[in-house]
């Protein structure tokens, strides 16, 4: 097994840009999930999905947009990139039983400039 | 609504001392507990874990108990090692699961 995988692992973007951050397990977990990472203030929950065709927000949500299609992936969109999007992104998954471990991939880092 | 609170780091301990790492925090219900580690440059891997009150989790010679009268989670290891470097973070999982409220984790760096 893979695990859970992440695609880039580094991106530069310029303000406005748009682009999609891939995220995607082989471990058939139901839930998944992606936090953004930013220092002093661990991991803050952007969005989730409980399966596929279902997603909803987190923490903070504004400015990204995700899609669940399939079990597997579940990419996360930013429309409009800003420099208060500069942070580590880990994408995770878990199986809805029990206490939800979740399993996290090894994280993509993004700079707005 | 829910929080965790981890201790300030950096944390800066000789090989073989003894570590604690101190994690409180509020929930409504009966959360779910974790403390994860992310190595330099890597993911989080979950270290481990307790689902109720009282519980013990263990792994690689960490330990934390889940204490509800004192809402603490503190993580504990007898003799730490240069390779137990790394940033430790305490997490909880509400009710309805999945969604991690996490502390701002703890940086532990290991001198030989």
């Known amino acids: 097994n893979a695990g859970v995988t992440q695609t880039p692992k580094f991106q530069v973007l310029k303000t406005g840009q748009s682009m999609t951050l891939q995220c995607a397990q082989d471990?058939?977990?139901?839930?998944m999930s992606w936090y953004r990472q930013d220092p002093g203030m661990g991991l803050r929950l952007i969005h989730y999905?409980?399966?596929?065709?279902?997603?909803d927000q987190g923490e903070v949500p504004n400015g990204y947009n995700v899609s669940r299609s399939t079990t597997e992936d579940f990419p996360l969109r930013l429309l409009s990139a800003a420099p208060s999007q500069t942070s580590v992104y880990f994408c995770?998954?878990?199986?809805?039983?029990?206490?939800?471990?979740?399993?996290f991939g090894p994280g993509t880092r993004l700079t707005v400039t | 609504g829910n929080s965790v609170t981890q201790m300030e780091g950096p944390v800066t301990l000789s090989e073989e001392a003894f570590l604690t790492i101190n994690c409180t925090y509020t929930?409504?219900?009966?959360?779910?507990l974790f403390w994860y580690v992310q190595y330099p440059g890597e993911g989080l891997q979950l270290l481990l874990k307790?689902?109720?009150?009282?519980d013990k989790g263990s792994n690689k010679g960490f330990e934390a108990t889940y204490r509800k009268e004192t809402t603490s989670f503190h993580l504990e290891k007898g003799s730490v090692q240069v390779s137990d470097s790394a940033v430790y973070f305490c997490?909880?999982?509400?009710?309805?699961?999945?969604?991690?409220?996490f502390g701002q984790g703890t940086e532990l760096s290991v001198k030989p």
């Open positions: 999905s409980v399966g596929a065709g279902i997603t």
């Open positions: 995770a998954s878990s199986k809805r039983q029990g206490a939800w471990e979740q399993y």
């Open positions: 997490a909880l999982s509400g009710n309805q699961g999945g969604k991690l409220i």
């Open positions: 471990m058939n977990h139901e839930y």
């Open positions: 929930a409504t219900g009966y959360p779910s």
């Open positions: 307790a689902t109720k009150a009282d």
